[in-house]
């Protein structure tokens, strides 16, 4: 490795940074103004050569292939314009780095994205319980905010999100930060007070949304951020409060226990989880089984170069008779457009810095190293977290498609690359 050290940001660098994070949920455009001047003030240069770290090789070897593959495409043009929510990233994950090297740095940057969510759980809120309605131009149109009376479906909280998925996928995210702000030591009482409402707020709008998706998340971000120091007397407590919810959606309970279970849980929670309200009304093509079974069917077609980015929007219908934008899975979506060897490489990239991140120590608390482990603070608990909630909702659903999810996404992997470096930023390149 390259025996010089990773070089610092400098501030004005680093305030951008911040401030393109704090945007973000608010507009993807001011945002994206803010993160790119600050990736130009590092010259678009990582904390280690690029051809140097290995955790770009896969990255690079797929934008190969994803270019290879737009030539024979099926969706045509659709396949070039694809490339954009791919390529770009691939160079921004190396980028972003410069900025989260540190725990400090991170923490900072988890700062901002609880921060910046405010005006998500305000224009929510507002859209369900007083009336509002956009679209509001703010800073003479520059922000544009398109804020859906009651909601994005009806009665769903989306703010300044699109669909209620999104949204929810947002809150899920941002929520093991600020968990993780609840709970660090050093807040005083009026700090503590005020994190605690942006949490209640943040876990308020998560479950409004109704996404099933993100109330997941909101379960499975807990015992991550605490941390496995914690888990003898919390695994046991989650297990507790979630069998009610098993007895009540679970097929071939007795009735007796059912109905037991269903008066102890919100009805609003179980028949959405059992998903009685579409029962009688969801065509088997509508749903996401069908959708994974017709992505299978076309992966098995072209496995190497897939059909292009896009192309799952235009077969879908041909072989269904139902449209359909995406196929509400990220490694299927991937095979499906740019094949089979693209979403091996970019999804293996992304499992293994989870999993080697999560194997050298993350879950023990103390901020020290030891070796080649590390023993992270109660922020680098939560950015894992947040990483995982992430890929885990991908699993079904593709707020990917958000681009300021997808922004997001790609500074999270940064910042788990960083957390690696951090620990042993010469000598361990894994």
Same mark, same amino acid.
């Given at each position: 490795?390259?025996?010089?050290?990773?070089?610092?940001?400098?501030?004005?660098?680093?305030?951008?940074?911040?401030?393109?994070?704090?945007?973000?949920?608010?507009? %993807?455009? $001011?945002?994206?103004?803010?993160?790119?001047?600050?990736?130009?003030?590092? #010259?678009?240069?990582?904390?280690?050569?690029?051809?140097?770290?290995?955790?770009?090789?896969?990255?690079? $070897?797929?934008?190969?292939?994803?270019?290879?593959?737009?030539?024979?495409?099926?969706?045509?043009?659709? /396949?070039?314009?694809?490339? *954009?929510?791919?390529?770009?990233?691939?160079?921004?994950?190396?980028?972003?780095?410069?900025?989260?090297?540190?725990?400090?740095?991170? @923490?900072?940057?988890?700062?901002?994205? $609880?921060s910046g969510t405010i005006p998500v759980l305000i224009t929510g809120f507002g859209q369900l319980w007083l009336g509002w309605e956009g679209p509001w131009h703010l800073f003479n149109g520059l922000i544009v905010w398109f804020v859906d009376l009651g909601g994005q479906p009806e009665g769903r909280l989306s703010g300044l999100f699109d669909y209620a998925n999104v949204a929810g996928s947002?809150?899920? &995210?941002?929520?093991?930060?600020?968990?993780?702000?609840?709970?660090?030591?050093?807040?005083?009482?009026?700090? #503590?007070?005020?994190?605690?409402?942006?949490?209640?707020?943040? $876990? /308020?709008?998560?479950?409004?949304?109704?996404?099933?998706?993100?109330?997941?998340?909101? !379960?499975?971000?807990?015992?991550?951020?605490?941390?496995?120091?914690?888990?003898?007397?919390?695994?046991?407590?989650?297990?507790?409060?979630? !069998?009610?919810?098993?007895? *009540?959606?679970?097929?071939?309970?007795?009735?007796?226990i059912q109905q037991w279970a269903r008066g102890v849980v919100p009805e609003s929670i179980w028949s959405r989880l059992n998903d009685m309200r579409f029962a009688d009304v969801r065509p088997l093509e509508a749903t996401r089984l069908n959708q994974w079974q017709v992505a299978i069917q076309l992966i098995a077609e072209r496995p190497l170069i897939g059909w292009g980015a896009a192309a799952?929007?235009?077969?879908?219908?041909?072989?269904?008779?139902?449209?359909?934008?995406?196929?509400?899975?990220?490694?299927?979506?991937? %095979?499906?457009?740019?094949?089979?060897?693209?979403?091996?490489? !970019?999804?293996?990239?992304?499992?293994?810095?989870?999993?080697?991140?999560? *194997?050298?120590?993350?879950?023990?608390?103390?901020?020290?190293?030891?070796?080649?482990?590390?023993?992270?603070? !109660?922020?680098?608990?939560?950015?894992?977290? /947040?990483?995982?909630?992430?890929?885990?909702?991908?699993?079904?659903?593709?707020?990917?498609?958000?681009? #300021?999810?997808? &922004?997001?996404?790609?500074?999270?992997?940064?910042?788990? #690359?960083?957390?690696?470096?951090?620990?042993?930023?010469? @000598?361990?390149?894994?």
């Open positions: 490795m390259d025996n010089a050290q990773p070089s610092l940001p400098d501030s004005l660098g680093w305030n951008c940074f911040q401030l393109g994070l704090f945007f973000l949920p608010s507009s %993807a455009f $001011v945002a994206a103004l803010f993160l790119l001047f600050a990736l130009c003030r590092t #010259r678009f240069r990582g904390p280690l050569p690029y051809l140097r770290d290995p955790w770009n090789y896969p990255l690079l $070897v797929a934008g190969c292939l994803m270019l290879v593959g737009c030539f024979f495409s099926y969706s045509g043009w659709l /396949a070039w314009v694809g490339l *954009a929510n791919w390529l770009p990233f691939f160079w921004f994950f190396w980028s972003f780095q410069t900025y989260l090297l540190t725990a400090e740095e991170r @923490k900072r940057a988890a700062f901002c994205f $609880v947002w809150l899920a &995210i941002v929520w093991p930060f600020a968990l993780a702000s609840l709970l660090q030591p050093s807040l005083n009482r009026f700090s #503590r007070s005020f994190v605690l409402l942006i949490s209640i707020g943040i $876990v /308020a709008a998560l479950i409004l949304t109704d996404s099933r998706n993100a109330w997941a998340g909101l !379960i499975l971000a807990i015992p991550f951020v605490l941390g496995a120091a914690q888990w003898n007397w919390l695994i046991p407590l989650m297990t507790l409060f979630l !069998i009610p919810v098993g007895l *009540a959606v679970l097929p071939n309970i007795a009735v007796e799952f929007s235009l077969l879908y219908p041909l072989r269904t008779g139902l449209w359909h934008g995406h196929a509400h899975n990220l490694p299927l979506e991937l %095979a499906v457009s740019h094949g089979f060897i693209v979403a091996l490489l !970019i999804v293996g990239t992304v499992v293994g810095l989870l999993f080697i991140t999560l *194997a050298n120590g993350l879950l023990h608390g103390g901020g020290s190293k030891t070796g080649n482990y590390f023993f992270s603070t !109660i922020f680098d608990r939560a950015w894992w977290a /947040a990483s995982f909630t992430l890929l885990f909702l991908h699993g079904s659903d593709m707020p990917f498609f958000d681009s #300021r999810l997808n &922004i997001a996404g790609w500074i999270l992997l940064a910042g788990l #690359r960083c957390m690696r470096l951090s620990a042993d930023p010469i @000598k361990v390149p894994f």
